[in-house]
């Protein structure tokens, strides 16, 4: 298995700035995955952050948008830039173990 | 492009009976079905996995169906308790989306005491 902390929880922001959300795993992985999660909807991929390399962006979600850094095999930060409410939703990272996915708590947030 | 359905409407099910989920999908059979749970404000939870030539897989109260002719996934719980009451996701991968994996919508159940 897998025990994955994110921060913050929550977060409330204004439109225009920017929030990083962080997330530490207990042990190693290569690869570590940013989901976003709307109201009513399927979790859907964002970027998958390999250590030591840029992360490979989903179809819709650019580098500018939600930059990514991955310094080592157990953190990863997701940046959501420049934010506009149609970005409020619920963030969550993930990692693989085995064909089976654990993910964290997820952080949610509210643009205003 | 690969979709997956589960029933969007809230499953409503009497303690004691077994409660059963459905996810279908377009296209391509998957390599792998998974199912998870999720409660509200929580991060989705892995359940079972059940690959492309498994038909079947049991866990506890849970079983999982794989019907690659019908494109169909049943989740089945059986002996269903208040505390299953969760919303169950399906989620797909195929063997040349580089470990991608695709999510349902899934579908709130609700266990009625």
């Known amino acids: 298995s897998a025990v994955i902390s994110q921060k913050p929880s929550r977060d409330i922001c204004q439109r225009g700035t920017s929030l990083t959300i962080q997330c530490q795993v207990d042990?190693?992985?290569?690869?570590m995955f940013w989901y976003r999660q709307q109201p009513g909807q399927s979790l859907t991929l964002i970027a998958t952050?390999?250590?030591?390399?840029?992360?490979?962006?989903e179809s819709g979600f650019v580098i500018d948008k939600f930059p990514i850094s991955r310094p080592n095999l157990t953190f990863s930060t997701l940046t959501v830039s420049n934010m506009s409410p149609e970005d409020s939703s619920i963030y969550l990272c993930?990692?693989?173990?085995?064909?089976?996915?654990?993910f964290g708590p997820g952080t949610r947030l509210t643009v205003t | 492009s690969q979709k997956i359905e589960q029933n969007s409407e809230a499953l409503n099910i009497q303690e004691g009976k077994t409660a059963t989920l459905t996810c279908n999908y377009t296209?391509?059979?998957?390599?792998?079905l998974q199912w998870y749970r999720q409660d509200p404000g929580r991060g989705p939870v892995f359940l079972l996995l059940?690959?492309?030539?498994?038909k079947e897989k049991r866990k506890e109260r849970l079983k999982v169906t794989f019907d690659t002719t019908l494109k169909q996934s049943l989740f089945h719980i059986t002996a269903s308790q208040p505390a299953d009451s969760a919303t169950y996701l399906c989620?797909?991968?195929?063997?040349?989306?580089?470990?991608?994996?695709?999510f349902g919508k899934g579908t709130r159940l609700h266990i009625l005491p």
């Open positions: 296209n391509y059979s998957p390599a792998y």
């Open positions: 042990s190693q992985v290569t690869m």
């Open positions: 952050a390999n250590q030591g390399s840029e992360a490979t962006y």
């Open positions: 989620a797909l991968a195929w063997v040349n989306r580089d470990d991608k994996i695709i």
């Open positions: 993930s990692v693989e173990r085995v064909g089976e996915q654990y």
């Open positions: 059940i690959r492309e030539n498994e």
